[in-house]
Nanobody
C-alpha cells in the first residue's frame, strides 16, 4: 500500500518560489497534480522510476522541476517564477510510467493524499 503525504505549500508572492515534497512508498513513476477552486484536477509533472525521464504540462515548462530521492521515498516539485494562476492544492500520485500518468484522470488513481495548498498573491 502506498502512503501519500504532501508538504511544502504556503503563501508566496508572484515571482517567488516554493519546493513541494511528497513522502511515498513504492517504486513507481510519480506525478504531481493540482486542483484550483471550481476546477478539475490537472496534470503538472511526472518523473520515471529512475528519475531519468521527466515531463511537464506546458504552462509550467521552464518554471517547475520535478525530482526524486528513492532512498528517502520522496518526490519533489521545485516551483519558480510562481504566478497567481498556479494557486491550487497540489497532490502527488503513482503510475506505471510518466506518459501514462500524464493521460490518467483523477479517478484512475487508487487513492489520494490530503494535498498541500499553494497560494500565489499578486
Amino acid at each position: 500500500q502506498v502512503q501519500l503525504v504532501e508538504s511544502g505549500g504556503g503563501l508566496v508572492q508572484a515571482g517567488g518560489s516554493l519546493r513541494l515534497s511528497c513522502a511515498a512508498s513504492g517504486r513507481t513513476a510519480m506525478g504531481w497534480f493540482r486542483q484550483a477552486p471550481g476546477k478539475e484536477r490537472e496534470f503538472v509533472a511526472a518523473i520515471s522510476v529512475s528519475g531519468a525521464t521527466t515531463i511537464y504540462e506546458d504552462s509550467v515548462k521552464d518554471r517547475f522541476t520535478i525530482s526524486r530521492d528513492n532512498a528517502k521515498n520522496t518526490v519533489y516539485l521545485q516551483m519558480n517564477s510562481l504566478k497567481p494562476e498556479d494557486t491550487a492544492i497540489y497532490y502527488c500520485n503513482a503510475g506505471p510510467t510518466t506518459y501514462t500518468i500524464r493521460t490518467m484522470k483523477s479517478t484512475d488513481f487508487g487513492s489520494w493524499g490530503q494535498g498541500t495548498q499553494v497560494t500565489v498573491s499578486s
